[in-house]
Every structure is written in structure tokens, then in C-alpha cells.
């Protein structure tokens, strides 16, 4: 089940509902009166959509771009930078739309994105 081919159509599908939610919270971000946003959150939340957005479309072209059968560091790659983006833009949100830190859950977020571009990269450098 967790093949190749699976997690690259994964990839795409949640890429894509990555950019449709990004959509939705760009509009929210420029649109919601400041009192449904803690103090500062408003330039919070624009940051995590931005964020959100690239790693969506990112996740977009690895999906589109692994074709050819790709190693399982490209295989964990994808798939943490999904988690990755996932729990740090949902603590980002959080802090933005209630003022609360989220314990790590937006640094644990941001550091798995990190080591899964690195694996990406290692991944693409034992492939050339």
C-alpha cells in the first residue's frame, strides 16, 4: 500500500488541499476583523500560509516529478515534509488565532521539514 507510485498520488492530492486551505486562509488572513486574531496574529497566520502555500505547491512538483521509481530517502522526504507542514502551520495557526504557544508543535513542525528537504536532497544526490 505505502508503494511509490501511492505516496506520489498522495503527495499531489494533499498538495493540492494544501493550496485550496492556503486559498482559503489568505482570504481569512485579509478579510477577518483583527479581533478574531490574538495580538499580532494577523502578520502570524500570513506567515503560516505563506508557508503553507509553498510547501503545498512543493509537494505538488515531488509528487509530478518522482516518476521514475524513487528511493526510499525521496520516499521519506515526501512524506515528512507532508507532516511537517501540516504541524507547523497547524501550531502557527494556533498561535496566531488564539495567542497560545502550542508547546513544539510548530518547532517540531519546522525541524522535520528541514531534515526532510535534507533527506530529499541526499536522496536526489545518491540518484545522480
Given at each position: ?38 495580538e ?33 530517502l ?32 510548530a ?17 536526489w544526490?545518491?540518484?545522480?
Amino acid at each position: 500500500m505505502l508503494t511509490g507510485p501511492f505516496l506520489t498520488r498522495l503527495w499531489r492530492i494533499c498538495g493540492a488541499l494544501l493550496v485550496a486551505t492556503g486559498t482559503i486562509m489568505g482570504a481569512l488572513t485579509a478579510h477577518l476583523p483583527d479581533a478574531h486574531f490574538a495580538e499580532g496574529g494577523r502578520a502570524i497566520a500570513r506567515s503560516a500560509m505563506e508557508m503553507q502555500m509553498w510547501q503545498g505547491l512543493a509537494l505538488v512538483a515531488l509528487g509530478l516529478g518522482l516518476t521514475q521509481r524513487p528511493n526510499r530517502l525521496l520516499l521519506c522526504g515526501g512524506c515528512g515534509v507532508l507532516a511537517g507542514t501540516l504541524l507547523f502551520c497547524a501550531g502557527v495557526y494556533d498561535t496566531a488565532f488564539t495567542g497560545h504557544h502550542g508547546s513544539h508543535i510548530a518547532p517540531s513542525g519546522g525541524s522535520l521539514l528541514i531534515a526532510s528537504w535534507l533527506a530529499l536532497a541526499i536522496g536526489w544526490m545518491r540518484r545522480a
